[in-house]
């Protein structure tokens, strides 16, 4: 980090060291007047020293079920504190990367890849699985020999291996191999919906995605994949190789160590491509290359990461879903869809046949900005009654980079015949696109064509009208500029990536939304954690500051981000029983990790022993599950009843009660889910008199 942003982070250290706090009135104020104060000078001294706050934890992470190892690779040691782990699903479709030859051309290879990669050291780390006893710990999650675990690095002196696994997480995952394996050029819609279910199938137990995909038709599904995971929370990476991984010399070594560490340690919640080192928006790229391992590109918009001696994210640029609604996958897909290439002399029946039923959509390429010959009258014509018809048409350039406009009148006569203008798309988004909002039902031809017109998951170019502030433009970050003498744009970046985190956890310590958006204005990214990994939302939820939350959500926090104890925003809800604050994480999609449930048996038992029905009722909303046994192989019903607590009994026997009839065992009860979606309330919660 630059000296000039360690400074500031020893400024903000020394006034942390203040032990009396105003009232959350004041403070609101008077952190919104310094971030909006254009001289220091106009600074009230005592305003900077109640700005400032500092977290600490009320109490202690709870040792693992399973023995875990340190950093150290298996060397045990109790200077080195115990890593985390990331579990991550993957999921191989098939394709280059785990095919071998016959006859003397390539073909997928079943049940062949995981054993190859077991034989890896790069990729699996046998000892630490062994003496973990991690087979056994997730064998109830698929087939032992499917589960591997990345090494971490084994002497301290490897910066590269430190940089690549700062974090200092263990990378669990486990390969769920399709049957047969598929040559990507095979692939179809159907196998989009399945690759689809599968992540919605197991969304709530891994961190991450990995599918590894064949390179023919890898942007199609990208693409596909991007429009058909609704409000998606965590990373989905496909990635694959241009050479088998069996191979002495290949790429599908790197790509997957590559995807892995993204997928295992950052949230990113984007469907992505990763290749050659970067790591791209799933809907922005295409094959450029078919013999180069640097085989995509994205023309119209820069890697979300670079895999270089550091993992670099460009957190400006990571879209989100800015939602309160749950992942869900849509597989309905029209296939009444196609890509048409203008060329000069095409024929107006060559048009007219490929516009004719059951065609609902189609993908026009055009020439440059997205032009095509304005005195050709019989191709217009076409063009018109088709769209007359019903048949909606994308506008999209051939060319690998640049945006469809009208600036000639080539251009405005597709615009005036009903086309609909497709921006920078790539032809591969385009049509997923098309036939994504093609299958909504619910929508008439007019909305389909507003949504078409829309950025649904960053494939277009973003409306520049209401664009944020550049950072220099921000007079709080200016103060601190001209103190610390600093001009570039790097140096000003690594000022506000210092700052910004541990001030936008001061804003949601106190409920102060007008200085959240103050932060944001600054090109902060809100989801930022500060020393701890605690992220505005981790604290907001601590404080129960539901307008917070509420802010936090719509501008794209997310509710997967742990701290350095492994905790979520939701366990800390949980934890300081906020009760709305609970319902609108789990609303938006938030579930416990894995991690948080290893000892919840014994924290639920603890809470019926003391017939604590507010904690009981707060785990029951936050999706936990209360027949959870604790350490000794009792469930809190058996505790209740050892201890005679008949209001705990009555309460967990009206939640068995429901759960027996209901599909999902672990999802509260709502009194009307077309009404409001609200929690059902026990009556064996206490009333008050």
Not at 284 to 296: C, E, I, L, P
């Amino acid at each position: 980090m630059h000296s000039s942003a360690i400074s500031c982070i020893g400024i903000m250290a020394e006034c942390k060291k203040s032990t009396s706090y105003p009232s959350p009135a004041s403070e609101m104020t008077s952190l919104t007047r310094a971030l909006s104060h254009s001289r220091l000078s106009q600074l009230d001294q005592s305003d900077v020293f109640k700005s400032q706050t500092s977290f600490y934890r009320s109490n202690v992470a709870q040792p693992g079920r399973r023995r875990r190892l340190s950093s150290s690779n298996s060397v045990e040691s109790l200077d080195v504190s115990p890593c985390a782990e990331a579990r991550v699903l993957v999921i191989n479709t098939g394709g280059t990367i785990g095919m071998m030859y016959h006859n003397n051309v390539l073909s997928p290879e079943p049940n062949a890849f995981v054993k190859a990669l077991r034989k890896l050291p790069i990729l699996h780390d046998e000892q630490y699985a062994l003496q973990t006893r991690m087979y056994d710990y997730y064998s109830t999650s698929g087939p032992q020999e499917n589960t591997l675990v990345l090494p971490m690095p084994t002497h301290l002196a490897d910066e590269l291996s430190k940089r690549l696994c700062k974090q200092n997480k263990r990378i669990v995952y486990t390969v769920l191999e399709y049957s047969p394996l598929l040559d990507s050029c095979n692939m179809t819609t159907d196998d989009w919906a399945t690759i689809g279910k599968d992540i919605e199938k197991h969304y709530e137990k891994y961190d991450g995605f990995v599918i590894l995909h064949g390179t023919d038709t890898m942007a199609y599904t990208a693409s596909a994949l991007s429009f058909m995971c609704e409000h998606l929370g965590k990373p989905v990476i496909l990635t694959g190789s241009q050479v088998p991984i069996y191979e002495m010399r290949n790429d599908g070594r790197d790509n997957l160590l590559g995807a892995l560490l993204i997928a295992g340690q950052f949230v990113i919640p984007e469907v992505c491509l990763y290749f050659h080192n970067k790591l791209y928006r799933g809907n922005r790229v295409t094959k450029v290359d078919s013999g180069s391992f640097n085989a995509f590109n994205s023309p119209n918009l820069a890697p979300l990461a670079n895999a270089e001696v550091d993992i670099k994210i460009n957190w400006d640029t990571v879209w989100r879903a800015n939602t309160t609604s749950r992942f869900r996958v849509s597989t309905q897909m029209n296939r009444n869809v196609g890509l048409l290439r203008l060329f000069p002399g095409i024929t107006a029946m060559t048009v007219k046949s490929f516009l004719q039923a059951p065609m609902e959509g189609i993908v026009l390429e055009t020439y440059g900005s997205g032009n095509a010959p304005d005195n050709r009258a019989d191709l217009l014509e076409e063009f018109r009654n088709a769209t007359e018809r019903g048949v909606i048409m994308v506008n999209c350039t051939q060319c690998l980079r640049g945006s469809v406009t009208t600036s000639y009148a080539t251009g405005k006569a597709l615009s005036d015949a009903g086309l609909v203008a497709g921006c920078d798309m790539t032809p591969e988004a385009a049509l997923c696109k098309l036939s994504y909002v093609l299958a909504r039902t619910d929508l008439n031809k007019e909305a389909k064509i507003k949504m078409l017109s829309q950025n649904l998951r960053g494939e277009m170019i973003a409306d520049l009208q209401g664009a944020k502030l550049t950072l220099s433009d921000s007079r709080f970050i200016q103060v601190i500029a001209k103190s610390l003498s600093i001009s570039c744009k790097e140096e000003l970046e690594a000022v506000r990536d210092a700052l910004t985190p541990t001030l936008a956890c001061a804003a949601s310590k106190v409920g102060d939304v007008e200085a959240l958006d103050a932060i944001k204005e600054m090109g902060s990214n809100l989801s930022l954690g500060d020393y701890d990994g605690r992220t505005p939302l981790h604290i907001a939820s601590c404080e129960g500051h539901l307008k917070v939350v509420q802010y936090l959500l719509s501008q794209g926090a997310t509710v997967y981000a742990k701290d350095r104890y492994g905790d979520t925003p939701l366990r800390n809800a949980v934890r300081f029983r906020h009760k709305e604050v609970v319902k609108l994480l789990r609303k938006t999609g938030a579930h416990f990790s894995r991690d948080e449930l290893e000892d919840a048996g014994s924290e639920l038992c603890s809470l019926a022993a003391s017939a604590d029905i507010e904690g009981l009722e707060m785990w029951h909303l936050a999706g936990g599950d209360l027949d959870t046994p604790g350490y000794d192989g009792q469930t809190p019903m058996e505790v209740a009843k050892a201890v005679g607590n008949e209001v705990v009994i009555d309460f967990l026997h009206q939640v068995s009660q429901y759960h027996a009839q209901s599909d999902e065992s672990n999802e509260p009860l709502f009194k009307d889910i077309a009404e409001n979606g609200e929690y059902i309330e026990f009556s064996a919660c206490p009333k008050e008199s």
